[in-house]
């Protein structure tokens, strides 16, 4: 399948499926629930580093409810191919809710920055983009020395499958199908140490896990 063509067809996939996701959902209840999924993940975060109130924090791929959402204190950008949509589709989402963030609307691939950040999430994005590669690349590139990188994944948990998934769309919504290993390796191969790896779902095709990783060099 035509690599920009599976690219866009998730792209649109992605923004049904969360009109569909959000559809009747109270806004206020949603928030709530969503800010404590990420205060959870924190918590995991915590055994392997701390975030200070002076840290710059970047939110790859942010979606409408993304780790942005709980840090108001923090200086925070984040960034999605699709958060001009977001603020159009879904009455859960808009700029002025997060006084405190500077949303942009690009994709990993062609986000823009001079600053560095201490602090950077990834999080169920990365295999949502056109070229992973490079937004790998981009993602390390925005790191300062020491800085922690923490990205979440569905991996392949069988490799027929994961074969079947590339050549198929039988995963719309994910345009790139790897393993655990395979995603890990695109960290450490750029110069960042894997500090841990937790396993945040069980499932059949995919587990979904959190990487945490710390860029070692500048």
């Not at 925070?76 to 942009?104: C, G, R, W």
């Not at 499958?161 to 960290?187: A, C, N, S, T, V």
Request: charged share 25%.
């Amino acid at each position: 399948m035509n690599k920009k063509w599976r690219w866009a067809a998730a792209q649109f996939a992605e923004r049904k499926w969360w009109q569909n996701y959000l559809k009747g959902k109270d806004v206020p209840a949603y928030l709530t629930w969503k800010k404590a999924y990420w205060n959870d993940l924190l918590k995991i975060c915590a055994q392997y580093f701390s975030i200070a109130p002076s840290d710059k924090i970047l939110d790859a791929g942010c979606g409408p409810a993304g780790m942005f959402m709980v840090f108001p204190q923090n200086e925070t950008v984040a960034f999605d191919p699709l958060i001009n949509h977001y603020e159009v589709d879904l009455p859960h989402f808009a700029k002025q809710m997060y006084p405190s963030v500077q949303f942009v609307n690009a994709g990993l691939e062609d986000f823009e920055t001079q600053n560095k950040f201490e602090i950077i999430f990834c999080m169920n994005a990365i295999n949502h983009v056109l070229d992973i590669e490079k937004s790998f690349e981009n993602l390390v590139s925005f790191a300062k020395k020491d800085t922690h990188i923490i990205v979440t994944i569905d991996a392949h948990n069988h490799s027929v499958f994961k074969k079947i998934f590339r050549l198929l769309p039988g995963d719309i919504l994910h345009p790139h199908q790897y393993d655990l290993d395979e995603y890990q390796k695109m960290l450490t191969k750029r110069g960042c140490s894997l500090l841990g790896t937790e396993l945040l779902k069980h499932e059949f095709f995919f587990d979904h896990y959190m990487l945490i990783a710390r860029k070692n060099e500048e």
